[in-house]
């Protein structure tokens, strides 16, 4: 049985040629062929059936309320994460420092942000230490003393 395929498998892996493109070498093959047509045809398949969902999805009551509050949870994560100086953009592309135009963007964004919220990052300073420090504990007190002093 194999001896009756041989000449079909050994046609299927033929090659057209070898080419160059951009200085890798390619050797496609007619099976490799085959394959390209196929995946052609399950992806034009799946484009017409894609959009005759679309064409036929209604926005109705529910999906409108999904929308909504996708909507607001979206922009509370966002005011959330712009409080801290980030920013989802930031975060699903990873970047710990971005470019300085979209930075300032982000410091802008995060200071209106910040003055909508009541949030105040002011530096700390000596009267603001000092206070701070009064109202701890007697063993806070200790402990912080022996930490500064060491």
């Known amino acids: 049985m194999i001896q009756k395929i041989q000449p079909i498998l050994d046609y299927l892996n033929r090659s057209f040629g070898v080419y160059n493109i951009k200085g890798i070498y390619v050797e496609p093959r007619y099976w490799m062929a085959v394959a390209l047509g196929v995946l052609s045809f399950l992806l034009v398949l799946t484009l017409a059936r894609l959009r005759y969902l679309y064409i036929h999805w209604s926005v109705s009551k529910p999906s409108l309320s999904m929308i909504f509050w996708g909507f607001i949870l979206a ?76």
Request: proline share 5%.
């Open 75 to 150: 922009l509370v994560i966002e005011g959330f994460l712009m409080v801290f100086g980030r920013t989802m953009f930031t975060e699903i592309l990873g970047w710990k420092n971005a470019p300085k135009p979209i930075g300032t963007l982000l410091d802008i964004g995060r200071n209106r942000f910040s003055q909508v919220l009541g949030v105040e990052d002011y530096p700390p300073t000596y009267q603001s230490v000092i206070s701070a420090y009064e109202r701890l504990e007697r063993d806070q007190k200790k402990k912080v003393t022996e930490y500064i002093c060491k």
